[in-house]
């Protein structure tokens, strides 16, 4: 763990490139982001690391969004019209997508790589799928400080004297009352 946290550190712009690359192909392979946003957490610090992870996982999101919406158009179709209470549910997606979309981002009960898939199978704008997107956010800052932390005192990161900015702390700070909100 501490070479692969060593080298991403300290591989510059292109190791971020990287780790959003494969954070994205991570996704779209249903692989559990909560591990990558731990280990952007002990790479990159609770900053950089959350909006890396943020990026990598909204656009593993969009591209398995965009997968489900490719391949399974004509099968949802049939579906929706042999059991009425999922098409309700789309129907809601369709009309108020966005605020829908974001309070199931919020939530931790959702599974984030299911979630993708389902609301590709829907009738959800894009736009509002890629937006309700933010609604990550609590919780990957939340995997990301956690990651941070646990690098910080398993000694794979080195602290000597460099204490936590304010940003660092306030994005800390929202992760852990977001999540303990929802």
Request: aromatic content about 8%; hydrophobic content about 55%; some cysteine.
């Amino acid at each position: 763990a501490r070479r692969l946290v060593e080298r991403l550190a300290t591989a510059g712009p292109w190791g971020a490139v990287l780790f959003v690359l494969v954070y994205t192909l991570a996704t779209v392979a249903l692989f559990p982001g909560s591990a990558l946003s731990l280990v952007a957490g002990a790479a990159y610090g609770i900053v950089l690391g959350s909006a890396l992870s943020f990026l990598g996982a909204t656009t593993g999101a969009m591209a398995a969004f965009r997968i489900s919406r490719r391949l399974s158009h004509r099968s949802v179709e049939h579906g929706l019209a042999l059991r009425p209470r999922l098409a309700a549910f789309d129907h809601a997606l369709a009309r108020d997508g966005l605020r829908t979309a974001f309070l199931l981002r919020l939530s931790p009960v959702v599974p984030f790589n299911v979630l993708n898939y389902a609301l590709g199978a829907t009738h959800i704008r894009a736009r509002d799928a890629a937006l309700a997107c933010v609604g990550m956010l609590p919780s990957t800052a939340l995997y990301v400080a956690g990651g941070r932390v646990a690098a910080e005192a398993s000694g794979v990161v080195e602290t000597a004297g460099r204490g936590r900015s304010a940003l660092e702390w306030a994005v800390l700070a929202m992760g852990l009352g977001a999540t303990a909100i929802v």
